[in-house]
């Protein structure tokens, strides 16, 4: 894993820092797309924690519109030029839940929103890196499914079918660059173990909760050379739910 070159959407959420925890201690080279590289800086900076151990990890953020086309092939050709035109792995953690939303109250501007957040964003991170990995005759992506991609869930609606759409990703990634080594996989994890989650959760249901770190490492697992041969799967975390 040592040297890779990796770009990680979300990495400044909980599952998204613990990825690039696990990925930076492997001594991979990250590159973020951030909304606010303040709280990028403000969440990976530990110099003036005295006891905190200091390693040198290179973790980089740009700044980048995740539900722009545009600037995230400009972000995407940013790192490629930095790197020689290597882009070696796109993790797409960045998404997110809408409130419940009945399915007669989905107006367009609503739709749009999350559709972009849980779908457009990675399909656009994918595909223009695919260009980079293409010539390269090698990249790894790994998409964010949810259980709601897998079966619909009343009242979210706009995030079941973005999540199904992810599917339709995955499997159209492999069917048109399976020639090029390049694999594209799905985790679909269940409810992380986070202080958010565990703040409205009884004891009985944190039990079930499933920790960023198991994620993380299942996450590397699925990018590293001793899993070349996984492709098109999606792999539920869900715990003991």
Not at 43 to 69: G, I, P, Q
Request: net charge negative.
């Amino acid at each position: 894993m040592s040297d890779k070159i990796i770009i990680v959407s979300g990495g400044t959420g909980n599952l998204g820092k613990a990825v690039v925890d696990r990925l930076s201690a492997q001594e991979c080279k990250i590159y973020l797309p951030v909304r606010d590289v303040a709280k990028f800086r403000k969440m990976y900076d530990n110099s003036s924690d005295e006891s905190a151990e200091y390693t040198s990890r290179k973790v980089y953020a740009m700044e980048c519109d995740l539900k722009s086309f545009e600037k995230i092939n400009k972000f995407v050709d940013t790192v490629a030029t930095l790197e020689q035109g290597r882009i070696d792995a796109v993790l797409n953690i960045a998404g997110g839940i809408h409130p419940p939303k009945a399915i007669t109250e989905i107006d367009e501007n609503f739709f749009d929103e999350y559709f972009k957040l849980n779908f457009e964003s990675s399909m656009y991170l994918s595909v223009c890196a695919l260009k980079y990995m293409r010539k390269n005759m090698y990249g790894r992506i790994v998409l964010t499914g949810a259980i709601a991609g897998l079966e619909p869930v009343k009242e979210k609606f706009v995030y079941s079918v973005s999540k199904a759409a992810l599917i339709n990703l995955m499997e159209s990634i492999n069917l048109e660059m399976k020639d090029y080594n390049i694999r594209c996989n799905m985790i679909v994890p269940s409810v992380l173990d986070t202080s958010e989650n565990r703040s409205w959760a009884t004891e009985d249901e944190i039990k079930n909760f499933v920790s960023t770190s198991e994620v993380a490492e299942i996450i590397s697992d699925i990018i590293s050379d001793k899993y070349n041969s996984l492709n098109q799967s999606i792999l539920k975390i869900t715990g003991n739910y």
